[in-house]
């Protein structure tokens, strides 16, 4: 048993056994995290810690403590069920954070991964989701890939413009696709990057993209081509152009997905 599955243990007997509540609520005293990182163990903590006020009937000592849970680490989604039980519990209006919880699930649906989710519905600014969430991603990613590198002889990089509903937000994504010739195994990391779309100027759009693409050369990286999506496909020349003028001698090139929907939908 882990000492988190411990600690688990040990509020599931506290809010059952009244004479121990009080040591629970005192006992599980979550560290802060530090500079904006997720702290999974922080959050649950912080979560054992309203159930037990709550269980010795202190609701809106119990509501903070969910409250900060979720400060604590944006994606432990529980901390906003919990919120939710316990507002209910006080009679109070539940639709705010219900509604948060079922922005978040559509924007997961539709985006690759929870770092642009979380972005996309508020809970983490642009500046902790790239120096945080995207930056811890994109360096696994990275020593994935040179681990790999005798292997996989080059990079396609993929991009494409997305929205996510009911938030009518758009983003740009970025992906990458590479063969293992080892596996022969074609593998895509979808999410390498995602950029909020302010700006849906092409030259901003392939700006972000550039930048992508010299990480992976600054990473000894070869980039041979890049697939545009929706919001791009239509600019492919240009953006070959654009790319050139940057020193990036790859192909650019629509996507099949994109070549066969309606001329109104493509991009």
């Known amino acids: 048993m882990s000492a988190l599955d411990g600690v688990r243990s040990a509020v599931g007997r506290a809010v059952f056994d009244t004479d121990v509540v009080r040591h629970a609520i005192e006992g599980f005293l979550p560290v802060a995290p530090r500079d904006g990182e997720p702290n999974l163990a922080a959050a649950t903590c912080s979560a054992l810690r309203a159930r037990a006020l709550w269980s010795d009937r202190d ?70 989701y790239v120096r945080v969430y995207e930056s811890s991603r994109q360096r696994r990613v990275l020593d994935r890939l040179i681990a790999l590198r005798g292997v996989v002889p080059g990079v396609s990089v993929v991009a494409s413009v997305v929205e996510t509903e009911p938030l009518a937000s758009r983003g740009l994504v970025v992906g990458l696709n590479f063969l293992d010739r080892e596996s022969w195994i074609r593998v895509s990391i979808d999410g390498f990057a995602f950029v909020p779309v302010a700006d849906e100027r092409l030259d901003a759009l392939v700006a972000h993209v550039v930048a992508v693409l010299g990480r992976l050369t600054a990473a000894g990286l070869q980039t041979y081509t890049l697939v545009c999506g929706k919001g791009l496909c239509s600019a492919v020349d240009e953006i070959q152009a654009t790319l050139l003028a940057n020193g990036f001698t790859i192909i650019v090139y629509p996507s099949q997905t994109e070549i066969k929907e309606s001329p109104s939908d493509r991009c």
């Open 59 to 128: 609701e809106e000592s119990a509501l903070a403590e969910a409250r900060r849970a979720h400060a604590w680490c944006p994606e432990f989604v529980d901390a906003l069920d919990l919120q939710v039980r316990i507002l209910e519990a006080l009679g109070r209006d539940t639709t705010a954070v219900v509604g948060q919880l079922r922005a978040y699930e559509r924007a997961r649906r539709e985006l690759p991964w929870h770092g642009p989710a979380l972005l996309t519905v508020g809970w983490i600014d642009r500046d902790t």
